[in-house]
Nanobody
Framework: VQLQASGGGLMQAGGSLRLSCVAS????????MGWFRQAPGKEREFVAA????????FYADSVKDRFTIYRDNVKNTVYLQMNSLKPEDTAVYYC?????????????????????WGQGTQVTVSS
């Protein structure tokens, strides 16, 4: 399984970025996906997740109402639309695919529930 994340960059506060993550090597449409981030000197934290069918989404409180996760199961791609960016959003962002096919629960928030990770894409927000 390979996950290729892209779309990061340098943005001023208040701006927008869209991250993409293309998956290969697994039947993408039957697995939930998540985005995590890690800032320098901090632990990795959950950002957002989407169920395998795309009908349910989950967000960290810090990004709720600013970020939107969605997926295109035809393109095997999950996206993270990030609006109203803040300097505290600066981090390396990682996409991950959850380890359980057709998962229908509500446990998406910890990294141990995901078994493959992308390489990360840097997002830097200047004030």
């Amino acid at each position: 399984v390979q996950l290729q994340a892209s779309g990061g960059g340098l943005m001023q506060a208040g701006g927008s970025l869209r991250l993409s993550c293309v998956a290969s090597g697994r039947r993408f449409s039957t697995y939930a996906m998540g985005w995590f981030r890690q800032a320098p000197g901090k632990e990795r934290e959950f950002v957002a997740a989407i169920s395998w069918g795309g009908s349910r989404t989950f967000y960290a409180d810090s990004v709720k109402d600013r970020f939107t996760i969605y997926r295109d199961n035809v393109k095997n791609t999950v996206y993270l639309q990030m609006n109203s960016l803040k300097p505290e959003d600066t981090a390396v962002y990682y996409c991950a695919i959850r380890g359980t096919e057709y998962y229908s629960g509500s446990s998406y928030y910890t990294g141990s529930e995901y078994d493959y990770w992308g390489q990360g894409t840097q997002v830097t927000v200047s004030s």
